[in-house]
Antibody, heavy 126, light 107 residues
Framework: QVQLVQSGAEVKKPGSSVKVSCKAS????????ISWVRQAPGQGLEWMGG????????YYAQKFQGRVTIITDESTSTAYMELSSLRSEDTAFYYC???????????????????WGQGTLVTVSS | DIQMTQSPSSLSASVGDRVTITCRAS??????LNWYQQKPGKAPNLLIY???SLQSGVPSRFSGSGSGTDFTLTISSLQLEDFATYYC?????????FGQGTWVEIK
């Protein structure tokens, strides 16, 4: 069972960037599909992107393309999500999640999100 | 993107009730459908994967069915700890997308 521990809450100004970390333990970090999912207060869940460290491939939702960067540090079993050009609508809880992957016609698919971090609240306010 | 639509958006039920939540995909997704439970202030928790497989550690009162575009989550006998929001999610295409959620509250 993989445990995921995320970095603490952040308060950012509009136009700035935020970088959230997600440290994994108890599993084989490189062989999972690691995703980032966000949830605005009182709203639903939205997938932002993901990475499979063993292949070095990243996938981003079109909505966030150009604004989000997901990287991993296998030496510390840590994944990072950086979101730039922040606006008030980016105020949300940001979760990392891991799970198995499989092959699809477009590449690798994240089969499901088995393990979740505790979430990181990012508040964007002037 | 594949749109996922859940119904109802909310429901009131009593302990012991049988509860059914439906999820419809905007195109066929075979059985690439997962269900999650989320309690206030907590991360979601995987209940059902691949439409009908029970995740390890999840009580057997939870079950899932369906294929193609129409899916169902059933709680056979609602318990106090089941009052939460439930989300379906498709993993057929990227991006993975979620339903809007179904809030199950105490009657």
């Amino acid at each position: 069972q993989v445990q995921l521990v995320q970095s603490g809450a952040e308060v950012k100004k509009p136009g700035s960037s935020v970088k959230v970390s997600c440290k994994a333990s108890g599993g084989t970090f490189s062989s999972y599909f690691i995703s980032w999912v966000r949830q605005a207060p009182g709203q639903g869940l939205e997938w932002m992107g993901g990475v499979i460290p063993i292949f070095g491939t990243t996938y981003y939702a079109q909505k966030f393309q150009g604004r989000v960067t997901i990287i991993t540090d296998e030496s510390t079993s840590t994944a990072y999500m950086e979101l730039s050009s922040l606006r008030s609508e980016d105020t949300a809880f940001y979760y990392c999640a891991t799970g198995p992957y499989s092959n699809s016609w477009y590449g690798k698919r994240a089969e499901n999100f088995q393990n979740w971090g505790q979430g990181t609240l990012v508040t964007v306010s002037s | 993107d594949i749109q996922m639509t859940q119904s109802p958006s909310s429901l009131s039920a009593s302990v012991g009730d049988r509860v059914t939540i439906t999820c419809r995909a905007s195109q066929t997704i075979s059985r690439y459908l997962n269900w999650y439970q989320q309690k206030p202030g907590k991360a979601p928790n995987l209940l059902i994967y691949a439409a009908s497989s029970l995740q390890s550690g999840v009580p057997s009162r939870f079950s899932g069915s369906g294929s193609g575009t129409d899916f169902t989550l059933t709680i056979s006998s609602l318990q106090l700890e089941d009052f939460a929001t439930y989300y379906c999610q498709q993993s057929y295409n990227t991006p993975p997308t979620f339903g809007q959620g179904t809030w199950v509250e105490i009657k």
